[in-house]
C-alpha cells in the first residue's frame, strides 16, 4: 500500500515542481533551485511516514463480511485482558489487537462491543499519548454509518493511519510497528477461527494467500528495527508462521489453512495473555 501510494503521488508531485520552476525567471537563484530539489528529495519519507504500510485488519475482516461468514461471539480478545498491559511493547501490541477486534465488531454491527472496545483502546492510547486519536468523535461517525460497510472501512483505516502516524513521526517506530503485527496476527487470528471448519469457507483461502503478501511485507519493514529488543521479540514469535508459509506456493491445501490457523493460534495466545 505504502509503496503504491508514493509511486502514484511522487511523479506527480515531481512534475509540479517541474512546472513551477520552468515558470519562473530564468534568473532565479540557483540556492532556490537547489531548496526545490532538496524538498522533493524529502517527500518519500513524509509520505512513508504517514501511510500504514498493511491492509488494515477492516479490510480483512470487510472480506469476511462480503463471504458472508457469521459473526462468532467470544472470538475477540476480551476488554479485560487490557488491564494486564503494563508495558509500551505489550500496550502497542495489544492496541494493534484490540483495533482489529474494533473492526470485527464494527463491521458485523455489534454496538455494545463496539462501545466496550472503543473504552478499552481509548485506555491503552491514552497510555500512549494518542489520547486526540480515539476521541468521542469517532464512535459518533462509526454510529452514523453502521448501515454503509464501505465508509465504516474509511473511518476505520483512517484512524489505523492516524495512530501508524503519530507514533512514527514521534521517534517512536518500533511501537508502530508493534501496533501494526498486533493488528495483522488479530485479523489472521478472527480469519482463521470464524468457524470450527474454516477451511471448508469458500474464499478463506484467497484471504489467506492474500495475507502472505502483507506478512512478507511486514518482516521486511521490521529489518531496520531488528536490534530493537521489543521488535526483534515479536519478530521471533512468528518464526512458526514464517515456516508455514514459506511451504506453500500460489494455492492452500486444507493441511495448509489449519496449520496456519495452529500457528497462527499459538502466536495470538502468546501476546493476549
Same mark, same amino acid.
Given at each position: ?22 515558470? !519562473? ?34 479490510? @480483512? ?5 462480503? %463471504? ?14 487490557? !488491564? ?10 495489544? %492496541? ?20 466496550? #472496545?472503543?473504552? +478499552? ?35 476505520? !483505516? ?19 510497528? %508493534? ?5 495483522? +496476527?488479530?485479523?489472521? #487470528?478472527?480469519?482463521?477461527? @470464524? ?21 512478507? %511485507? ?22 512458526? @508462521?514464517?515456516? @508455514? #508459509? ?28
Amino acid at each position: 500500500m505504502k509503496k503504491i501510494f508514493a509511486g502514484f503521488i511522487l511523479p506527480l508531485l515531481i512534475i509540479s515542481f517541474t512546472c513551477l520552476s520552468s515558470c !519562473k525567471d530564468r534568473s532565479a537563484s540557483k540556492q532556490k533551485k537547489n531548496e526545490e530539489k532538496e524538498l522533493v528529495k524529502q517527500i518519500p519519507g513524509q509520505i512513508e511516514s504517514h501511510v500504514y504500510p498493511l491492509p488494515t485488519s477492516a479490510e @480483512v475482516i470487510k472480506m469476511l463480511t462480503d %463471504l458472508e461468514v457469521g459473526y462468532i461471539i467470544g472470538i475477540s480478545n476480551p476488554v479485560a485482558n487490557s !488491564k494486564k498491559y503494563f508495558i509500551s511493547s505489550t500496550r502497542a501490541i495489544n %492496541l494493534g489487537v484490540f483495533g482489529a477486534d474494533l473492526s470485527y465488531a464494527t463491521l458485523y454491527n455489534q454496538q455494545q462491543s463496539v462501545i466496550d #472496545y472503543l473504552d +478499552v483502546i481509548r485506555s491503552l492510547s491514552n497510555e500512549l499519548n494518542m489520547s486526540k486519536i480515539y476521541n468521542e468523535d469517532m464512535y459518533t461517525k462509526i454510529k452514523q454509518n453502521f448501515d454503509n460497510k464501505d465508509e465504516l472501512v474509511k473511518i476505520l !483505516k483512517g484512524t489505523f493511519n492516524d495512530t501508524y502516524a503519530y507514533l512514527s513521526d514521534n521517534d517512536q517506530q518500533p511501537l508502530a510497528l %508493534l501496533v501494526v503485527g498486533g493488528a495483522w +496476527v488479530e485479523g489472521m #487470528y478472527l480469519t482463521t477461527h @470464524v468457524s470450527e471448519a474454516a477451511y471448508q469457507i469458500a474464499g478463506i483461502s484467497k484471504v489467506l494467500l492474500e495475507q502472505k503478501k502483507s506478512f512478507d %511485507l511486514f518482516l521486511d519493514i521490521t529489518k531496520p528495527y531488528l536490534n530493537d529488543p521489543q521488535v526483534g521479540d515479536f519478530v521471533k514469535r512468528l518464526d512458526p @508462521v514464517k515456516k @508455514v #508459509y514459506e511451504g506453500i506456493g500460489t494455492s492452500l491445501t486444507d493441511k495448509n489453512i489449519q496449520d496456519i490457523t495452529k500457528v497462527i493460534g499459538d502466536v495470538r495466545d502468546q501476546i493476549v495473555q
